[in-house]
């Protein structure tokens, strides 16, 4: 009945549903092969101490150079690799790559000892944190690269950890335990139960994007701003320090400097870009 009311543009919506559903079955087949051809790879995105401006470390984001289509962001292909299950060995790969990624820039980076060693933050999908195999992989990977662990920060979703049990924090707890950070990411966006904080072994909130797009706005909006300050205030008397996402301008960088965040990430200093880059920025940083 929708069909015969609605006349072209239902068949329009249906042709692009059907070129949506073949696209993705054909990403869903091309994603093993993919990670054994050597399609995919990692951008780097510094984050900024908003006290000093300094990088003290980088978020890594990954990437597929698919051949036909060219470059894929993670939302077109990690939600199907997560259907299928390649996101085990690919989050692995992730890992591993940028760990070793982390051990370079240290290793270049000799002159910046006085705001420590570049970090290397990883997002982890709620599927590798179901995995039995989390810990064991992370230790691994961690003493191959001969780095220690509170040189990585491990991200995880708000959403992910919605009425979490005991099982599912217990390998974040192992790991936390090594001296792995983890990172709340996204947060504010899912129900965010404040009192729940205190029960998850996370070292760091990230403030979502929305928030910081919000105050974009100019006069921003006065309840989102007392809406992130209060969040950084909690924040900071549970002990957890608070960095913010989608820093786009200047205004924002000193806005929320002056609400408390910690560390920033952002256009505003640099899109996710090559590894070079990152050192490039750290350096810069830290010879003045
Ligand atoms: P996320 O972890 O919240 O990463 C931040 C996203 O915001 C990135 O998108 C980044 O490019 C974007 N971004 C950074 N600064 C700005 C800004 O100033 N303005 C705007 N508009 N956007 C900004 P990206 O790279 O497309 O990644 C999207 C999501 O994909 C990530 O969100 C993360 O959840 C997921 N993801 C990325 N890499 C991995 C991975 O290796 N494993 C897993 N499981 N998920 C990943
Ligand atoms: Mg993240
Ligand atoms: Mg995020
Ligand atoms: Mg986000």
Redesign the pocket.
């Known amino acids: 009945r929708a069909k015969s009311a609605g006349g072209n543009r239902f068949e329009l919506a249906d042709a692009e549903a059907d070129a949506r559903a073949i696209t993705r079955h054909g990403l869903t087949t091309a994603l093993p092969t993919a990670l054994e051809r050597g399609e995919f790879f990692i951008e780097y995105q510094p984050l900024v101490h908003l006290g000093d401006g300094s990088v003290r470390g980088a ?1 890594a984001l990954v990437r597929w150079l698919h051949p036909q289509h060219g470059v894929l962001g993670p939302d077109r292909f990690i939600p199907l690799a997560e259907h299928t299950g390649l996101i085990v060995p690919l989050g692995r790969w992730v890992l591993e790559q940028s760990v070793r990624q982390a051990r370079e820039w240290r290793e270049l980076h000799g002159g910046a000892e006085a705001v420590g060693p570049l970090r290397i933050n990883v ?1 982890l999908s709620p599927c590798q944190l179901t995995h039995p195999g989390l810990v064991q992989d992370t230790v691994d990977i961690l003493e191959r690269t001969g780095i220690e662990p509170n040189a990585l920060c491990l ?1 995880v ?1 708000e959403s992910a950890l919605i009425g979490a049990d005991d099982d599912l924090l217990k390998p974040l707890r192992r790991l936390a335990e090594m001296g792995v950070d983890i990172a709340l ?2 947060f504010g966006t899912g129900y965010s139960n404040l009192a729940n904080l205190r029960r998850l072994p996370v070292s760091i909130l ?1 403030l ?2 929305s928030f910081t797009q919000s105050m974009q706005q100019f006069p921003a909006d006065p309840v989102d701003l007392k809406i992130v300050e209060g969040i950084v205030s909690l924040a900071h008397s549970l002990d957890l320090a608070v960095t913010v ?1 989608g820093v786009e301008t200047g205004a924002q960088a000193e806005q929320l400097r002056m609400m408390g965040c910690d560390t920033a990430q952002g256009w505003y200093y640099a899109r996710p870009g090559p590894p070079e880059r990152l050192h490039e920025l750290a350096l810069v940083d830290a010879t003045g």
């Open positions: 978020e997002n991200e979703t990411d996204d990230k979502d994007r996402e």
